[in-house]
T-cell receptor, first 116, second 115 residues
Framework: DAGVIQSPRHEVTEMGQEVTLRCKPI?????LFWYRQTMMRGLELLIY??????IDDSGMPEDRFSAKMPNASFSTLKIQPSEPRDSAVYFC???WGQGRPDSPLHFGNGTRLTVT | QQQVKQSPQSLIVQKGGISIINCAYE??????FPWYQQFPGKGPALLIA?????SEKKEGRFTISFNKSAKQFSLHIMDSQPGDSATYFC??????????????FGQGTELSVKP
């Protein structure tokens, strides 16, 4: 298995532009998570899906952020409009195990976003 | 109550030494405590995990010690090697995802093992 695949690996954009991050989870996994990593705040859970349905989006910082999972093999995280404070590494992770947190999270290698 | 506090922020250890990273929590509903390891440019990966019904779990050179009454847990890396140099995150979760059981991560500890 190729693992969780994220694209792009790096994204540099100007303030005000729309940014779309993409994720392909591991086949068969029923949970998908979006995390944001910064030096100041560490790893923050933004949103997670179960069987393509958003379950908890309480970590989404603002209405500028939105996430979708149109099918079991694809998810997007969109920021519109982007701001410099959105600069971070965004991770997608997936897991399987009937909703038990002791099922390991499998992380992608992240998208490093820089907003200038 | 949802926080997991991790220390130290950074740690330098000589090869062959013991690395110790500590975490503390407040929420007594937490019932699962994993440690994740992250190498530069990569996503975190599960290293070892423990449930509060045991006080210690060992896997190779990695040991989790758990103190339920103090609400603290720690990671010990014995015979630390340069290849262990990475960022380590503790985490905790209060049950199943459909009961709000999302993983809460600590701030991370950057470990550097000197040859």
């Amino acid at each position: 298995d190729a693992g969780v695949i994220q694209s792009p690996r790096h994204e540099v954009t100007e303030m005000g532009q729309e940014v779309t991050l993409r994720c392909k989870p591991i086949s068969g996994h029923d949970y998908l998570f979006w995390y944001r990593q910064t030096m100041m705040r560490g790893l923050e859970l933004l949103i997670y899906f179960n069987n393509n349905v958003p379950i908890d989006d309480s970590g989404m910082p603002e209405d500028r952020f939105s996430a979708k999972m149109p099918n079991a093999s694809f998810s997007t995280l969109k920021i519109q409009p982007s701001e410099p404070r959105d600069s971070a590494v965004y991770f997608c992770a997936s897991s399987w195990g009937q909703g038990r947190p002791d099922s390991p999270l499998h992380f992608g290698n992240g998208t490093r976003l820089t907003v200038t | 109550q949802q926080q997991v506090k991790q220390s130290p922020q950074s740690l330098i250890v000589q090869k062959g030494g013991i690395s110790i990273i500590n975490c503390a929590y407040e929420n007594t509903a937490f019932d699962y405590f994993p440690w994740y390891q992250q190498f530069p440019g990569k996503g975190p990966a599960l290293l070892i995990a423990i449930r509060p019904d045991v006080s210690e779990k060992k896997e190779g050179r990695f040991t989790i010690s758990f103190n339920k009454s103090a609400k603290q847990f720690s990671l010990h890396i014995m015979d630390s090697q340069p290849g262990d140099s990475a960022t380590y995150f503790c985490a905790a979760s209060p049950g199943r995802y459909n009961q709000g059981g999302k993983l809460i991560f600590g701030q991370g500890t950057e470990l550097s093992v000197k040859p």
